[in-house]
Nanobody, 130 residues
Framework: QVQLVQSGGGSVQAGGSLRLSCLSSRYDFATFSSYCMGWYRQAPGNEREEVAAFDSDGNTRYAHSVKGRFTISNSAGKNTLYLQMNTLRPEDTAMYYC?????????????????????WGQGTQAPVSS
């Protein structure tokens, strides 16, 4: 069973930076033939949305609203996922979740597929004040 443990986050002023981490406590994803990992966020009253994602082929994608400000990456050992968030805005305020899906590509990694088959971190608050 994949377990994802998140850390980082916290309050920050607009224009500041945060880095979120997501540790796979039991598995090194490099041992899987294919996998996808990503970050989602959910603001109060809003649907959960994808922020950034990548697959084991090296493909990445970002939500339009964060492109150029956020960077998704993983550790050399592939068991820690990061989200570096720069130039934060109040509208970035949300609960952030990491997610992992096995045997996938970016084309098949959707919120629905993650909800059905994926693994989720516990969530991290990231309030951004103006």
């Amino acid at each position: 069973q994949v377990q994802l443990v998140q850390s980082g986050g916290g309050s920050v002023q607009a224009g500041g930076s945060l880095r979120l981490s997501c540790l796979s406590s039991r598995y090194d994803f490099a041992t899987f033939s294919s996998y996808c990992m990503g970050w989602y966020r959910q603001a109060p009253g809003n649907e959960r949305e994808e922020v950034a994602a990548f697959d084991s082929d090296g493909n990445t994608r970002y939500a339009h609203s964060v492109k150029g400000r956020f960077t998704i990456s993983n550790s050399a050992g592939k068991n820690t996922l990061y989200l570096q968030m720069n130039t934060l805005r109040p509208e970035d305020t949300a609960m952030y979740y990491c997610a992992a899906l096995l045997r996938c590509s970016l084309a098949t990694m959707t919120l629905q597929s993650n909800r059905l088959f994926g693994y989720w971190g516990q969530g991290t608050q990231a309030p951004v004040s103006s």
